[in-house]
């Protein structure tokens, strides 16, 4: 069971929008920044979003974070096919003094 | 180029003990939080270990607090983590973690990932 809660799966067609959420507490999310990754099958993963809402060098514009309260969301606009991918969510908690992760969702473009 | 270089995976018995190593190049090691954040099969992300710039600082998971000892030489821009009392459910892919910034959580570079599988 993870500290952070995503749903295990999300879909959309291609050029859809489409979002996945993590849920979290005031200790972790709430809190603290929100870190989001993506993971192609036999890779690592890739830092994707940083500090909420921020992306990376090279991180296309069609990905975008938010947060609000203890919930924080990932944004996949124009989706692609090698948009297909696993995508998680991470924070440092204050109350474990530790970096936990969501579960993972798995994105499948139809 | 950044690059961060695991080693030391292996096959382990059951109560056994493994030393992995994290070779950095390419940014000033010594400035830089590093991680380790592991894999196992079929699995999600767990991290499982933090350490300052400095190595001041380090934090560990809950799940293997106890066991497990993260430290790093500065002058060969290397971390380590040794594992000890290994259990079968620590297979897994272990990855060492550059952080990006000030902040916990961050990981910008991730090494290919070591190994470790633990079996009798």
């Known amino acids: 069971q993870s500290v952070l809660t995503q749903p295990p799966s999300a879909s959309g067609t291609p050029g859809q929008r489409v979002t996945i959420s993590c849920s979290g507490s005031s200790s972790n999310i709430g809190s603290n920044y929100v870190y989001w990754y993506q993971q192609l099958p036999g890779t690592a993963p890739k830092l994707l979003i940083y500090?909420?809402?921020q992306r990376p060098s090279g991180v296309p514009d069609r990905f975008s974070g938010s947060k609000s309260g203890t919930s924080a969301s990932l944004a996949i606009s124009g989706l692609r096919s090698e948009d297909e991918s696993d995508y998680y969510c991470?924070?440092?908690?204050?109350?474990?003094?530790?970096?936990?992760f969501g579960g993972g969702t798995k994105l499948t473009v139809l | 180029e950044v690059q961060v270089l695991e080693s030391g995976g292996g096959l382990v018995q059951p109560g056994g003990s493994l030393r992995l190593s994290c070779a950095a190049s390419g940014f000033s090691f010594s400035n830089s939080a590093m991680s380790w954040v592991r894999q196992s099969p079929g699995k999600g992300l767990e991290w499982v270990s933090g350490?300052?710039?400095?190595?001041?600082?380090?934090y560990y998971a809950d799940s293997m607090k106890g066991r497990v000892t993260v430290s790093r030489d500065n002058s060969k821009d290397t971390l380590y983590l040794q594992m000890n009392s290994l259990r079968v459910d620590d297979t897994a892919v272990y990855y060492c973690t550059k952080q990006e910034g000030y902040n916990w959580g961050g990981f910008d570079y991730w090494g290919q990932g070591t190994l470790v599988t633990v079996s009798s």
């Open positions: 991470a924070a440092w908690d204050d109350s474990l003094s530790g970096v936990v």
């Open positions: 500090s909420n809402n």
């Open positions: 350490i300052s710039g400095s190595g001041d600082s380090t």
